[in-house]
């Protein structure tokens, strides 16, 4: 009799002819790992991708090939997440590989801690040669949130998920319980799945977590879907963070705001908060030449009146980007007894 393997991963496939088979063997070859399987859905690709992990899954029963007409990577997660078995389900997209570390050293870090929803890790973009500064700055990022103390990477990590998603999807493994629980991937208002996916856990009591080694190496190239796809532009991200920042910090709107930034982030948050019903009270800045106006309506002040208005500040959002700015307004806020999660977090 089968039984059912610790980990299954899911690694939707379009048109990912040339890099599949390093993903896969990459998966197959995981040292010390406990039992997996890989569930591949082929999303209608038409250069050969069925056809080598056809070839692949013949010589090694833990690849399940499932082929579906072109949907879109969501549907083909949706479709896959349905036949993952495991304990644990793990994702890896077609044009990147996995440390042969990952799988053991992800299981192990959920099986010490019940509560942690899903884990990621560092990672690493390739090829070097051709990255830009921007991702050069966010793999840092990243990978900073991640210590060698697993509970202040969770700490990290929560403090950060209004900025940027804080770990990298293709990263992740999920505990079952907690995956199924939100209700895995889905399409939601055609916004980014996998942020969407880490707000649920997270809004759901889960924690989150990352091992401190770069397991997962991420591929760079002009068609990711990051690059091409509405859904992960800007403005999409900015709306999924609206939505949960209503729902978890916010009382659904009646919660009064204080921005501190009133640059194009600032701007575009006040904007989307206005539109919501949310009384914005405040913009906070410290260029002189826009302090003393208003903007939609709103009073720009210097950050010593950031509680000179009646019945205080509200949550304080810092919508800054300029480097360095976020650790200044701790540094004020943190002395007049503002807590960071509670009164105040950061947006980008």
Same mark, same amino acid.
């Given at each position: 009799?089968?039984?059912?393997?610790?980990?299954?991963?899911?690694?939707?496939?379009?048109?990912?002819?040339?890099?599949?088979?390093?993903?896969?063997?990459?998966?197959?070859?995981?040292?010390?790992?406990?039992?997996?399987?890989?569930?591949?859905?082929?999303?209608?690709?038409?250069?050969?991708?069925?056809?080598?992990?056809?070839?692949?899954?013949?010589?090694?029963?833990?690849?399940?090939?499932?082929?579906?007409?072109?949907?879109?990577?969501? @549907?083909?997660?949706?479709?896959?997440?349905?036949?993952?078995?495991?304990?644990?389900?793990?994702?890896?997209?077609?044009?990147?590989? @996995?440390?042969?570390?990952?799988?053991?050293?992800?299981?192990?870090?959920?099986? @010490?801690?019940? %509560?942690?929803?899903?884990?990621?890790?560092?990672?690493?973009?390739?090829?070097?040669?051709?990255?830009?500064?921007?991702?050069?700055?966010?793999?840092?990022?990243?990978?900073?949130?991640?210590?060698?103390?697993?509970?202040?990477?969770?700490?990290?990590?929560?403090?950060?998920?209004?900025?940027?998603?804080?770990?990298?999807?293709?990263?992740?493994?999920?505990?079952?319980?907690?995956? %199924?629980?939100?209700?895995?991937?889905?399409?939601?208002?055609?916004?980014?799945?996998?942020?969407?996916?880490?707000?649920?856990?997270?809004?759901? %009591?889960?924690?989150?977590?990352?091992?401190?080694?770069?397991?997962?190496?991420?591929?760079?190239?002009?068609?990711?879907?990051?690059?091409?796809?509405?859904?992960?532009?800007?403005?999409?991200?900015?709306?999924?963070?609206?939505?949960?920042?209503?729902?978890?910090?916010?009382?659904?709107?009646?919660?009064?705001?204080?921005?501190?930034?009133?640059?194009?982030?600032?701007?575009?948050?006040?904007?989307?908060?206005?539109?919501?019903?949310?009384?914005?009270?405040?913009?906070?800045?410290?260029?002189?030449?826009?302090?003393?106006?208003?903007?939609?309506?709103?009073?720009?002040?210097? @950050?010593?009146?950031?509680?000179?208005?009646?019945?205080?500040?509200?949550?304080?959002?810092?919508?800054?980007?300029?480097?360095?700015?976020?650790?200044?307004?701790?540094?004020?806020?943190?002395?007049?007894?503002?807590?960071?999660?509670?009164?105040?977090?950061?947006?980008?």
């Amino acid at each position: 009799m089968k039984t059912d393997p610790t980990v299954s991963y899911l690694m939707p496939a379009f048109n990912a002819g040339r890099t599949i088979r390093r993903a896969l063997t990459s998966l197959l070859g995981q040292r010390q790992a406990p039992t997996l399987e890989v569930v591949v859905v082929d999303d209608g690709s038409t250069d050969g991708t069925r056809e080598i992990v056809e070839k692949i899954a013949l010589g090694d029963p833990r690849v399940r090939l499932i082929s579906i007409a072109h949907q879109g990577q969501v @549907a083909a997660a949706e479709t896959g997440q349905e036949r993952c078995r495991g304990r644990f389900i793990a994702r890896l997209d077609a044009d990147d590989f @996995a440390h042969p570390d990952r799988t053991r050293l992800q299981v192990e870090l959920l099986e @010490a801690d019940p %509560g942690l929803g899903a884990v990621g890790c560092r990672v690493r973009y390739f090829p070097r040669r051709r990255l830009k500064q921007g991702l050069l700055y966010y793999e840092s990022w990243l990978n900073g949130l991640i210590s060698e103390n697993p509970e202040a990477t969770s700490r990290n990590l929560r403090r950060e998920l209004f900025v940027e998603c804080p770990l990298a999807n293709p990263s992740l493994t999920f505990r079952r319980e907690a995956f %199924g629980q939100v209700g895995g991937y889905r399409e939601f208002q055609g916004l980014p799945e996998d942020y969407d996916l880490i707000f649920r856990l997270v809004a759901a %009591g889960w924690k989150i977590g990352a091992v401190p080694a770069v397991l997962h190496y991420w591929r760079d190239h002009e068609g990711r879907a990051s690059r091409r796809d509405p859904r992960y532009s800007q403005d999409s991200f900015r709306r999924l963070k609206l939505h949960y920042l209503l729902g978890l910090h916010l009382d659904c709107g009646r919660r009064p705001v204080t921005i501190c930034g009133a640059g194009p982030v600032g701007k575009a948050w006040l904007k989307d908060l206005q539109a919501a019903g949310v009384e914005v009270r405040r913009l906070v800045e410290v260029n002189p030449r826009k302090i003393g106006k208003t903007i939609h309506g709103v009073p720009v002040v210097t @950050a010593s009146r950031i509680a000179d208005t009646e019945g205080g500040p509200g949550l304080i959002l810092g919508a800054i980007g300029k480097k360095g700015g976020r650790d200044s307004l701790r540094g004020h806020l943190d002395p007049l007894g503002y807590s960071e999660g509670k009164d105040y977090l950061f947006v980008a």
